[in-house]
């Protein structure tokens, strides 16, 4: 055991479990403070497309993996999300099926390695039941699931589509491998192996959503590819970089990383979506429709309805320029303070990013026409954006000697998008004071030890009780260690270590409440002789 001195006791901010049912989309409201728990986004992967039509990217993943239907089968879809806790719930989406999909059973868990989980799976339940059929259209979102985790663990939710779902809802850019069985395999959601799931995908088909109980807010980035995270090689940009799947090195995990560092109580859900424009859908004038909906006809559903949120990044509109038919910048101006009125209507604070360079992609994104529509945009959004902050990607990322182009340090290879060097630098380049974090007041651990001096027959067993509450109320389920002994608190808060002791001195408690909350309690041992038996 590592020894510490008594003076130095560690006290984290964790997530309370609250139990709390949620169906239907979108059910939260703008969050203004956080000085009582609250639902928060901590993950979001939000729906794209369910693939209807016959582009290239309706039959592959951008990796190149086929995608098919979902049938009797078993969907193990991985996830990180920005803010650990003890509380979640899970959102599944039929938002662009063609029938309803009853999906049968759903369990979560820490991913091992690949398609293996870590432990046993932790059942989801909808209204107390293990299936829930989800009409065409809709979205569900789970009651809360007791699951403690903690930031950037990667977690698999599994789910079982009993019956024939077609081509599933997905979000088309995951840069995350997930997995599927075979149809026809059946309910795979418990196995800790990675055996029956003999498919991958990097897209993320059904799972839309982690939230989770926590005293804070979440930040909504809301954009396109480059907030998607999607690295491409040149010239064309397909099929993605292999570098970057699995890294989750996309700009808002930067962003996420930096938040967790400086301790501040605010989640990232990337509300990005490839290939997507602010004023048109993606199959209008003939663009692929795993672009999605208009940004403009998204907002509600993908950033003013996320849970917990207080704050939406807005950077997208180089697509409105560059696919066809192109939009000029009046247009794309207009649309802006469209989705910037609207989210400030809902109480949201919004931070809007200058477009990025696009020069040598020798395409429409490179037109001289293009390059000044940018500059414009660029120009009204520094100057004259109703946003309450900027953030200037631009100027981050640019080439000094050649304004036009990414520099060629951060350029992904397509002069579109940006390697890993890139999105870590236009992470960095966002303020974490222009996010409005919440004043959230720390939730006090308190430990109390029964007796705190110790009188202890050499040899002999010796009951120590443990009483753990956090701002003022028991906690349960929180484990205690003395030496290798060790307990978990009940429902009332208490743990009982029955412990032999050999030695006296200063002994040390360690307190591991759900969430990763520790503190460390000492106590005085004194050693007795043990008492002579009579005659």
Not at 477 to 504: D, E, F, Q
Not at 524 to 535: G, I, N
Request: charged residues 20%; contains cysteine.
């Amino acid at each position: 055991m590592i020894g510490y001195d008594v003076r130095r006791l560690t006290a984290l901010l964790i997530t309370v479990a609250a139990c709390a049912l949620a169906l239907a989309p979108g059910a939260s409201a703008a969050a203004t403070s956080c000085a009582q728990p609250q639902w928060v986004a901590a993950w979001a992967g939000v729906p794209s497309d369910a693939s209807p039509g016959t582009d290239i990217s309706d039959l592959f993943s951008p990796s190149g993996d086929v995608k098919g239907t979902v049938s009797n089968a078993t969907v193990r879809a991985m996830l990180t999300p920005t803010f650990g806790g003890s509380s979640v719930r899970v959102h599944l989406s039929n938002r662009f099926g063609t029938g309803p999909v009853t999906f049968t059973k759903t369990a979560i868990a820490k991913q091992a390695e690949g398609a293996a989980i870590a432990a046993k799976a932790v059942p989801v339940t909808f209204g107390g039941a293990a299936s829930v059929t989800v009409p065409a259209g809709k979205d569900v979102v789970s009651e809360a699931t007791a699951f403690s985790y903690k930031a950037f663990d990667n977690i698999a939710v599994s789910t079982y589509v009993s019956g024939d779902a077609g081509k599933p809802t997905e979000h088309y850019t995951a840069r995350q491998t997930s997995y599927l069985t075979a149809n026809g395999g059946g309910d795979h959601t418990g196995d800790q192996a990675a055996g029956a799931f003999t498919q991958h995908t990097t897209t993320r088909p059904f799972v839309t959503g982690l939230d989770v109980r926590a005293k804070a807010a979440a930040v909504v980035t809301f954009g396109d590819s480059i907030t998607d995270g999607y690295q491409g090689q040149g010239p064309a940009g397909v099929p993605e970089t292999k570098e970057g799947i699995d890294a989750n090195g996309r700009w808002p995990d930067v962003l996420a990383k930096r938040l967790r560092a400086a301790g501040l109580p605010l989640a990232v859900a990337n509300a990005g979506i490839s290939g997507n424009r602010v004023l048109r859908d993606g199959a209008e004038g003939g663009n692929r429709d795993t672009y999605g909906p208009a940004g403009v006809k998204r907002l509600d559903l993908d950033a003013i309805q996320q849970s917990g949120v207080k704050t939406v990044i807005l950077l997208e509109g180089i697509n409105d320029l560059g696919q066809s038919p192109q939009a000029d910048s009046a247009a794309v101006i207009a649309g802006y303070t469209d989705l910037i009125t609207r989210l400030h209507q809902a109480g949201l604070r919004v931070v809007q990013g200058t477009l990025t360079p696009t020069g040598g992609t020798n395409n429409d994104y490179d037109s001289a026409t293009t390059q000044a529509k940018r500059n414009e945009i660029n120009a009204w959004i520094r100057t004259k954006s109703p946003a309450d902050a900027i953030v200037d990607f631009d100027a981050a990322v640019r080439d000094p000697s050649d304004p036009t182009r990414i520099n060629p340090a951060y350029d992904g290879g397509d002069h579109l998008h940006f390697n890993l060097a890139g999105y870590k630098k236009m992470g960095e380049a966002v303020s974490l004071a222009q996010l409005g974090a919440p004043k959230c007041p720390a939730a006090k651990l308190s430990v109390r030890v029964t007796p705190r001096r110790v009188n202890a027959v050499y040899g002999r067993s010796t009951t120590v009780r443990v009483r753990v509450r956090l701002g003022g109320k028991p906690v349960r389920g929180a484990r205690v260690r003395l030496g290798n002994r060790r307990a978990t608190t009940n429902a009332s808060g208490v743990a009982r270590l029955r412990v032999r002791l050999h030695k006296g001195g200063v002994r040390t408690i360690v307190v591991r409440a759900p969430g990763g909350l520790t503190k460390r309690v000492h106590v005085r041992v004194r050693l007795v002789k043990q008492p002579e038996r009579s005659a």
